[in-house]
């Protein structure tokens, strides 16, 4: 009894300054660890940045890393070249019609459609959801070639509006549905007392739904414009003269190492403006991915 | 709850307005299902139907396009391509997202972690493949990847003074692999005059001073190791004004079965010595170490590593996409279960493997099978990461119903065929979906 009586404070010591020593300890190589993929994760991008302040002869003579030992390497030329260069500029001012257009008009038609499938009865709403979602995973290679015949017979090969709709119709299903599920958790008592002011459906629509709809439609929109600007396949196999930006960069890499002086900043480029739009919007970006993947 | 309106099922105007309600509904749904169907409904009954005809359209022939999709090495390549990434890359993205999100769970700065691991998200797939060519360089002093990998391997086993050179006299033979050894034994007393050239101007080993033939050493062996070439040529072997010394070479001692008993390294003049040199036939020779070629770095570019380079280019970019879907349902666990097996005992690995993983399975699955369909598609990646030359070796699906249908071959037949065949393989993620979405219904 007495040595157990004269142990315990000195256990309930141990107890408590143990586990806070192992705590910091155990944390110290996960923080190192975190710390150095952290910055390896960076490093790619940065890579790309400086790169893009070389000129070609220090390109295929050594890195870029090595202008850290000798800052008077870089040179804001490519950049100056870059902005000078019309069919550049002409393909990121493309770039943003589409991706804007792109953003804009599938938004309006899904929320549309959105609302109908969450709050109007119709027959066959089930069974045209379940429709809309199997459309979700289906590959756009199946429409490339069909798209690609009916463009060169109406004319519309090589033109902004095309592209527009072809991203519209193939954002439709994501959009859609998770527009519809969002839509499906408003209050139900706040549409019927609505209906019961005599109020029509599309000022239901106008005034009630899209403004609480509004943090949805954000992260739809962020999504849709990343994905549009970024996209390439459809602009490669739609637009031949009318390029966007991932287009007039695919058409450089041939030579990859003598044209690296365009292809690095015009990279850097086209990726700043999402970079931008992720950075500022990041919270509805997160917000959105876990709505269309968790459920 | 019971204060809800008994009339749940019609709207109280549903009655009176049927007609209007049924245009109403018709408008709002008008403009999804015109361009769902002309954009896709409509394509896909196209494409299926038009796999089954030939290049031109005109000719019906079955089956042919999907046999010549088994059967030409072209495509053959990319289906197995394909089969590696699906069964790599999913598996791995979804282990290094659950890894980054409970690594990150118990850590205040998360945030700046997780921001940086996730922004390559939203930066195009392309551009992402343009960064890793750059990256991919093989010249360790321009590519990263390689410089990063040659610090490694120059730590563990250092590149020699010279890349290559030539004995200047015959008494010297062998080869740089071998190391360079002299004709004739050495003794105790004597001095070893070893003569190098053909070293490039730009490999002359820096730190070298003009060279000294050294005076005998009484029961060891000294000499020198040189440049033995100056503007204008020079004698062979012997030491002149303006030859320089080559510092930092190993010089060995070897028996007459070739084994090395003793080394040493070169001063700035070039001189070497042994002391106490024992008894014996004794040969002195260059060492093979000093010949060790720097690292030349990996061919990532190359046919035979493309598809793994293409693999870390794509895995850099979608780590953040599981990392943060995981990090949600991590979150989403009751801390009490969590604590509860802390408190009973459970080693922080147990909590993890036990309690852990398989509350968070379904999330894991999700993020399984969206990288699954993605794999699946991938596209732009190949084509900015892999060169010209290498691309039938890094060749996907997706890319080949590209170059198939467009790159130049215009065979819509085949291409159609590839599309279909794409479509097939996510047909099971596409059941699966309706039917998570008809058990909530």
């Keep these: 009894m007495a040595t ?80 000078d260069n019309a069919a550049i500029t002409d393909s990121l001012l493309t770039t943003a019609y589409i991706a804007v257009g792109s953003t804009v008009l599938p938004i309006m038609v899904a929320a549309l459609a959105g609302y109908a499938f969450a709050w109007l009865e119709f027959p066959g709403r089930d069974w045209l959801f379940i429709g809309v979602i199997a459309l979700l995973v289906v590959p756009l290679q199946m429409a490339l070639i069909p798209i690609f015949s009916l463009y060169n017979t109406l004319g519309m090969f090589d033109t902004v509006i095309g592209l527009v709709l072809f991203h519209t119709a193939f954002g439709l299903p994501f959009a859609i549905f998770l527009l519809r599920n969002f839509f499906i958790g408003i209050p139900k008592e706040l549409l019927e007392a609505a209906r019961i002011d005599g109020a029509s459906e599309i000022r239901i629509f106008v005034r009630l739904i899209l403004p609480l709809g509004l943090p949805a439609i954000a992260s739809l929109a962020i999504f849709q414009f ?51 739009v992720f950075f500022a919007f990041q919270r509805y970006f997160v917000q959105g991915l876990l709505a269309g993947s968790v459920k | 709850m019971t204060a809800e309106p008994p009339a749940t099922g019609a709207p109280p105007t549903a009655g009176s307005s049927r007609g209007r309600g049924y245009w109403t509904t018709l408008a709002f749904l008008a403009p999804a299902l015109i361009l769902l169907g002309v954009w896709m409904v409509y394509p896909i009954v196209y494409t299926i139907g038009r796999s089954f005809f030939d290049r031109s359209g005109d000719r019906l022939i079955w089956f042919d396009n999907y046999e010549e999709l088994f059967t030409s090495d072209i495509l053959v390549t990319a289906i197995k391509n394909n089969a590696l990434w699906v069964a790599v890359v999913p598996a791995l993205v979804t282990a290094i997202g659950l890894i980054f999100a409970v690594l990150t ?16 998200m939203a930066i195009s797939l392309f551009a992402a493949g343009v960064i890793w060519r750059i990256m991919d ?30 004995p200047s006299t015959e008494g010297l033979t062998g080869t740089a692999q071998q190391g360079l050894v002299l004709r004739t034994p050495v003794r105790a007393g004597q001095v070893v005059p070893l003569g190098l050239t053909g070293i490039p ?11 000294v033939r050294p005076e005998a050493l009484a029961g060891g062996i000294t000499g020198v190791v040189w440049r033995d ?36 390294t070169t001063e700035p ?27 030349g770095g990996v061919s990532w570019l190359g046919p035979s590593l493309i598809t793994p380079a293409i693999m870390i280019a794509y895995i850099w970019v979608w780590a953040g996409f599981a990392m943060v879907v995981i990090a949600a349902g991590l979150a989403a666990i009751p801390r009490d279960t969590l604590e509860a097996a802390r408190t009973d005992g459970a080693t922080e690995w147990q909590v993890f493997r036990r309690i852990t993983v398989p509350l968070l399975a379904p999330v894991l699955s999700v993020v399984f099978i969206t990288m699954l ?69």
Excluded: H
């Design chain 2, 229 to 264: 070439f100056k503007p204008g040529g020079g004698v062979p072997g012997r030491v002149e004004a303006q030859e320089l010394g080559l510092p930092g070479v190993t010089v060995e001692l070897r028996d007459p079965g070739g084994r090395a008993v003793d080394s040493t």
């Design chain 2, 373 to 441: 369909i993605n794999v699946l598609k991938v596209f732009d990646v190949v084509l900015s990461v892999a060169p010209g030359s290498v691309q039938d070796d890094a060749n996907v699906i997706a890319l080949a119903m590209w170059r198939t249908s467009f790159g130049g071959v215009d065979d819509f037949g085949l291409g159609s065929a590839i599309a279909v065949f794409l479509f097939l393989l996510v047909i099971p993620v596409l059941v699966l979906n309706i039917r998570r979405f008809r058990r909530e219904v």
């Design chain 2, 137 to 166: 360089q093989q010249d360790p002093d321009r590519g990263a990847l390689n410089a990063g990998i040659a610090i490694v391997k120059d730590a563990v086993d250092p590149p020699g003074q010279l890349s290559d050179a030539f």
């Design chain 2, 201 to 211: 101007p730009e490999e002359v080993p820096e730190g070298g001073v003009q060279a």
């Design chain 1, 4 to 83: 157990a009586a004269v142990r315990r404070p000195n256990v309930v010591v141990r107890e408590g300054a143990a586990p806070r020593i192992l705590r910091v300890l155990g944390k110290a190589p996960v923080t190192m660890l975190l710390v150095v993929v952290g910055l390896l994760w960076l490093v790619p991008t940065l890579g790309l940045f400086l790169t893009s302040l070389l000129t070609p002869a220090d390109f295929n003579e050594r890195g870029w890393w090595q202008v850290f030992s000798k800052p008077s390497m870089t040179t804001f030329d490519n950049y100056r070249a870059l902005f």
């Design chain 2, 269 to 295: 003049d070039g001189t070497f010595r042994f002391e106490e040199v024992a008894d014996g036939e004794l040969r002195a020779a260059i060492g093979a170490q000093t010949f060790a070629k720097p690292y």
């Design chain 1, 226 to 276: 990343l994905w549009t600007w970024n996209d390439l396949i459809v602009a490669l196999t739609f637009a031949r003269e009318t390029q966007p930006i991932t287009v007039a960069i695919f058409s450089q890499l041939r030579q990859f190492g003598s044209n690296i002086e365009l292809i690095a900043p015009a990279s850097f480029v086209s990726i700043a403006i999402p970079l931008a």
């Design chain 2, 105 to 120: 769970e118990r850590v205040s700065w998360s945030v700046a972690f997780k921001t940086a691991v996730f922004m390559p």
